[in-house]
Structures are given as C-alpha cells and as structure tokens.
C-alpha cells in the first residue's frame, strides 16, 4: 500500500508557511515503512531540531481507481480516519529552498500516524466535507480543522491523483493540515479528536 499526502490544502496553513495557495492540488508520498506501530511512541530524529506536527483527516481507499472523475469518486471510500504528518522542518526549509523533493523530511519511519480505528462517514452525518476535527497539545487545543475549509475536495484529490498513479485498496489519503502547525518535544502528548471523538494519543520521546 501506499500513502498520498497532501500539501497546502488549506488556505490559512498555506500562509503560515509563506506559501501560495495552490491552483492544482500538490501531493507527494510516504511509504508503507513511515506508519508509526501501534501503541508506539513517536521519537523525534535526530538529526532534525524542528519536527512538526500536522493533523489530517485520512481517508482510506476501498477499492482501486484510475482515472477516476470527481463525480464517481465517492464510489472508492466510506469510512476516514486521522493522522499526523510528522514533518521535518528545518530539513524541509532547505529541500525546498534547493528545489530538491521532501522526502526525507516527510516520508522517514514514524512520520505516519494513523488511527487504528476508522469510522463509517455514515455515522458522522454522512457528509465527508462538513467533519470537525482537532489536535490537542499536552492537552491543549493546537489544531482545529474543518473539511469544509479545504480547497480541494477530498473527491477533487482523489480524481487527481488517479491520472498520475492508480489507487490501490487499502491506501490511504492525508488530505492536508490546517493552520496550527507547531514542534513538539520530548515528553509531549498529542491526542486528535475527530468530530469530537479521540482518535489516538501518542507520546513524544
Ligand atoms: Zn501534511
């Protein structure tokens, strides 16, 4: 399986980093190897002195898919999860400034959280653009983030996507972070919330 992450889809994240906002969606992947296992804790690289965190509504692919339009999308998922894109900053700052791809500051091991659980679209009001979703900090709310404010729907991603790369069943979709994006430290607690529930914590070595 694969995973497809999202950069920059939404406008006020976009802008923290100084960003444009993008006029296609932009994507890149991390490999099956960056899952952080279950129940494990996240330790920190050290060879990066800025790691981030970035909560993203995922969403997971039921079926595969290529060259799918937005309208038939829908078709290929019923349920999301939620994760972080753990992302080295510093490391990313000057990839890009070099024009180089991101991968080592985003695809390394650990650097994919996903939650064990992912629950049914239906059962969070049907409507995959109107889901709630957080990250708290230590216990305190760092992130809060809406599907409503993305500015690609995650059918406009997926549609995307597949004239590029075919989906798989079983791969998953990070479908951006929203404003909000901070370090964490040794002995830091992160807990998402998706529409109220909690969908996983972790702690930082
Ligand atoms: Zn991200």
Redesign the pocket.
Known sequence: MKIV???RNYADHAKELGNQVPTEPLFFFKPESAILHKDHPFAIPEWTRDCHY?V?LVVRLDRAAKWISPEHAGRCYASVGLGI?F?ARDIQAELKAAGKPWEKAKAFDGSAVVSSQFIPIADLGGEIQDLSFSLFLNGNEVQQGHTQDMLFSVDALISHVSQYSTWKTGDLL?T??PAGVGPVQSGDELEGRLDGRSMFSITVL
Do not use: K, L
């Open positions: 992450c999202i950069g970035e993203e894109d992302t990070f951006g972070t």
